[in-house]
């Protein structure tokens, strides 16, 4: 069965350019997570959705990152303008259901790995 | 309150030893606390969880020893093996208002020596 797929694995941009992650979630969950994993803060939520509707936006570092899922079988992870600070492995992951009383476990791609220069 | 604190930050274990992590929390609305096994250049992925009504739970080699009153939990990999060298993260997930949002800790890098 696949995963969750993440495109591109390697991103190398200049700073001031946008970048753009992508993330296709395993078929039939309904919640989706972005984390970003740097060595100085850990694995960090950025936003999660539920049924294509983001729940909680909290985790969003600041106005220029933003992100989108336009159906369930697709979501974008936007920065615009990139700085080196954001350079990070960006992760997305599913579950079937979100919640709390749900034991569901979150199912990680194998992640972004962005520099920004 | 939102913390997840783990230690120690790197373990070295011989093979056939026990390597232990251990995770602490504040939060009493946490409610369920995965540990997620992560590899180089892969994503982390789910490795056992326990709910806190719950004491202790095994899976293999693989147990996490639960203590609600002092707010703490800890993974035990028994008989440990070069091939379980990985980081590996607690996490707690948030209450009823949280949704499905996990608090990680900040991993451990395990190396089991040979």
């Known amino acids: 069965d696949a995963g969750v797929i993440q495109s591109p694995r390697h991103e190398v941009t200049e700073m001031g350019q946008e970048v753009t992650l992508r993330c296709k979630p395993i078929s039939g969950h309904n919640s989706l997570f972005w984390y970003r994993q740097t060595m100085m803060r850990g694995l960090e939520l950025l936003i999660y959705?539920?049924?294509?509707?983001?729940?909680?936006d909290s985790g969003m570092p600041e106005d220029r990152f933003s992100a989108k899922m336009p159906n369930a079988s697709f979501s974008t992870l936007k920065i615009q303008p990139s700085e080196p600070r954001d350079s990070a492995v960006y992760f997305c992951?599913?579950?079937?259901?979100?919640?709390?009383?749900?034991?569901?476990?979150?199912?990680f791609g194998d992640g972004t790995r962005l520099s920004i220069l | 309150q939102q913390q997840v604190k783990q230690s120690p930050q790197s373990l070295i274990v011989q093979k056939g030893g026990i390597s232990i992590i251990n995770c602490a929390y504040e939060?009493?609305?946490?409610?369920?606390f995965p540990w997620y096994q992560q590899f180089p250049g892969k994503g982390p992925a789910l490795l056992i969880a326990i709910r806190p009504d719950v004491s202790e739970k095994k899976e293999g080699r693989f147990t996490i020893s639960f203590n609600k009153s002092a707010k703490q939990f800890s993974l035990h990999i028994m008989d440990s093996q070069p091939g379980d060298s990985a980081t590996y993260f607690c996490a707690a997930r948030g209450g009823y208002n949280q949704g499905g949002k996990l608090i990680f800790g900040q991993g451990t890098e395990l190396s089991v020596k040979p």
């Open positions: 992951a599913s579950s079937l259901e979100a919640g709390s009383g749900s034991n569901q476990p979150q199912h």
């Open positions: 939060n009493t609305a946490f409610d369920y």
């Open positions: 959705f539920n049924n294509n509707v983001p729940i909680d």
